[in-house]
C-alpha cells in the first residue's frame, strides 16, 4: 500500500473515533482476556493511541507479558482497533498530555513516577456504522434464520499497519 492510501486510512479512524473520549481497552490476563474503559488522550490520531495509567495496575503488568491488545470505541460508529501496546515513562510526554481531570481521577500529578502513559500502535480497525447497523442485524437475523437476504455490507477493515 502507498502513504496516501495509509493517510486516508488514518484519516477514516481519525473521523470514526472523533468525540468518543472512554474506550474499552482489552488485554490478556492469566486468567484470559480482560476489558476496562480508559479515557483516550485527546490527540489527533496519526496511528498511535494514548492512555494514562499508574505502575502499580494489573494491566501495566499485563502489557508488560503480552503487547497484544485491543481497544474498542462506540459512538456513531462501533470501532474495534487491534493492536500492539508499549510502557512509555516520558515526562514531557506526560505533561503534554495532562491535564486537571486527570490529577482529579488519579488524585496525582504527572511526575509522579507511578504514573506512564500507555502507547497503542494501531495495526487494523474494524468497523461497523450506526446507520447501518439495524439493518445489518435484520441481515443476520435472516440469514440465522434461513431467510433470503440481500448481501449486506456488515463492516469494513482498514489495515492501519505502517
Keep these: 500500500m502507498d502513504n496516501q492510501f495509509k493517510q486516508e486510512d488514518i484519516e477514516?479512524?481519525?473521523q470514526l473515533i472523533k468525540g468518543i473520549d472512554i474506550a474499552m481497552v482489552t488485554t490478556q490476563s492469566e486468567e484470559g482476556l480482560v476489558s476496562r474503559p480508559m479515557k483516550t488522550q485527546e490527540v489527533e490520531f496519526d496511528g498511535d493511541l494514548w492512555f494514562?495509567?499508574?505502575k502499580q495496575t494489573?494491566?501495566?503488568d499485563e502489557i508488560k507479558h503480552d503487547s497484544h491488545v485491543n481497544v474498542a470505541y462506540v459512538g456513531k460508529s462501533y470501532?474495534?482497533?487491534r493492536g500492539k501496546?508499549?510502557?512509555v515513562d516520558d515526562l514531557e510526554k506526560k505533561k503534554e498530555y495532562w491535564t486537571k481531570a486527570h490529577e482529579k481521577i488519579m488524585q496525582t500529578n504527572y511526575d509522579d513516577p507511578n504514573v506512564i502513559l500507555i502507547k497503542i500502535k494501531a495495526e487494523a480497525a474494524e468497523y461497523w456504522?450506526?446507520?447501518n447497523f439495524i439493518k445489518n442485524i435484520a441481515f443476520?437475523?435472516?440469514r440465522l434464520t434461513g431467510q433470503k437476504a440481500e448481501t449486506v455490507d456488515i463492516n469494513?477493515?482498514?489495515e492501519l499497519k505502517k
Design 12 to 14: 477514516t479512524f481519525r
Design 52 to 54: 494514562f495509567t499508574k
Design 58 to 60: 494489573d494491566k501495566y
Design 79 to 81: 470501532v474495534s482497533v
Design 85 to 87: 501496546a508499549e510502557i
Design 129 to 131: 456504522e450506526t446507520g
Design 140 to 142: 443476520m437475523y435472516k
Design 156 to 158: 469494513e477493515t482498514i
